[in-house]
């Protein structure tokens, strides 16, 4: 059976749960409040920040808090004029059936630049007649095309979450867990996630999975936003404008690859699955005969499979909808543990053959004779060796013992 996402089953359900977004709580409250003075006040509120910092999951406890249902679209329902009145017009004009008021979400609308820009204008005009709030999230909403949706939205930024902060919340999920990790790897975790409480979470559960092992992850890039790109690809309208994806995503194919084969299954079911897969498997087969052969003009079709070839794997209404939680890839963390692992040992050999004059190759060569003997603190010391090295010897001796 598949393991439960942490950060879906530890998603906040309260204001009281959510942390390090204080201010813009206020502003969704107030927002929401002030909707029924007809007349007065947006119709929109606009939530932007950097993936992980709690958009939707502020639009979620929201509609939890004020005892609302939630309807929830993404770019995905965003592609035309006739999907966004057979889907959103019904939901902003009709009661909800099971609850008093409701909720209007429409995630990731800077989504909608990708997958299909002809429903900008109509949600615009749908959002002006809409009888119920409507909260908007976005990473990054500067772009002109947007000028509209942010004069006619309340604004709300929400910054990226401190590590301190972070630290406490996978403290706190370690607790419910009844899971232990030494405070050194959370504060590793915590730091390197870069303010994304649900990368943070992703890779707490991914190093405790794998055991307790410490971690040092190198710090995010967040200029760039992987889970926009799952999303057009896993959920969007497969079309030529997939092509041109990776352009814009500075990710090596390789590690897109890493990315689509761990979270295919989080979208596909059993056709569509073989198919994407099977998608998978000819990006291999380009990658071997552009590396053995060096044919570089293959490149060009590894881009095709990866991207428009998996997308169209679809069923042939070819569009899926829903907040998906996306998980960083298991063996992107282990290639890279193995690849620190090596790193400490190279670095400590290199100062080891400076000490003893001997060359680089050979001392790595002698390392597993030698590590014994690195045990001394006072050989620290000669060697001026760093905290991760020290460290890192002591692993390996006990390891090896």
């Known amino acids: 059976m598949a393991q439960t996402s942490w950060t879906e089953k530890h998603r906040p359900k309260k204001w009281e749960e959510v942390k390090g977004q204080g201010e813009p709580i206020l502003k969704i409250n107030s927002f929401i409040r ?35 249902e939630i309807f929830e679209l993404n770019a995905s329902d965003l592609r035309n004029k006739n999907k966004l009145n057979s889907i959103l017009k019904p ?40 009888a119920y709030p409507v909260i908007v999230t976005a990473n990054d ?13 309340e604004i709300v930024a929400l910054k990226d979450v401190d ?27 915590s730091m390197n996630a870069k303010g994304d409480v649900r990368a943070a979470i992703n890779d707490l559960q991914i190093v405790v999975g794998l055991g ?30 997939l092509l041109a994806l990776f352009d814009s995503v500075d990710k090596p194919i390789d590690e897109i690859l890493l990315w689509l084969e761990e979270n295919i299954p989080v979208e596909y079911r059993g056709e569509e699955l073989l198919k994407a897969y099977n998608a998978l498997s000819k990006v291999d087969i380009f990658r071997r005969r552009i590396y053995s052969k060096q044919y570089w003009r293959f490149l060009a079709y590894e881009n095709a499979f990866l991207s ?8 042939p209404e070819g569009v899926k909808s829903g907040f998906k939680s996306y998980k960083r890839p298991t063996r992107i963390l282990k290639i890279w543990m193995n690849n620190q692992k090596i790193a400490h040992r190279k670095s ?3 100062k080891y053959s400076k000490y003893v004059h001997v060359g680089g ?40 013992v």
């Open 34 to 68: 002030g909707f029924q003075r007809k007349g007065r006040g947006k119709k929109a509120i606009l939530l932007h920040g950097g993936p992980g910092v709690g958009k939707t999951t502020l639009a979620h406890v929201a509609a939890n808090e004020t005892g609302s």
């Open 91 to 130: 939901a902003i004009e009709q009661m909800s059936l099971t609850k008093q008021q409701k909720i209007i979400l429409v995630d990731e609308v800077d989504g909608i630049s990708v997958v299909d820009r002809g429903g900008l204008p109509e949600l615009m005009r749908l959002i002006q007649g809409s």
């Open 141 to 153: 909403i500067w772009d002109k095309k947007f000028s509209d949706l942010r004069k006619k939205s």
């Open 163 to 189: 590590h301190r902060v972070i630290k406490e919340i996978l403290i706190d999920i370690l607790r419910r867990e009844g899971k232990f990790l030494e405070g050194e790897s959370l504060a590793k975790i």
């Open 212 to 241: 307790g092992l410490d971690v040092s992850m190198d710090k995010r890039n967040k200029d760039i936003d992987i889970f926009s790109v799952m999303q057009t690809i896993l959920q969007g309208k497969p079309d030529n404008s």
């Open 308 to 315: 428009y070839g998996v997308s169209a794997s679809k069923n």
């Open 348 to 350: 400590i050999a290199q």
């Open 361 to 400: 190759k050979r001392a790595l060569m002698e390392y597993p004779t030698i590590r014994t003997f690195l045990m001394n603190p006072g050989i620290w010391k000669e060697l001026k060796l760093t905290e991760d090295e020290i460290e890192y010897i002591r692993k390996d001796v006990v390891v090896v």
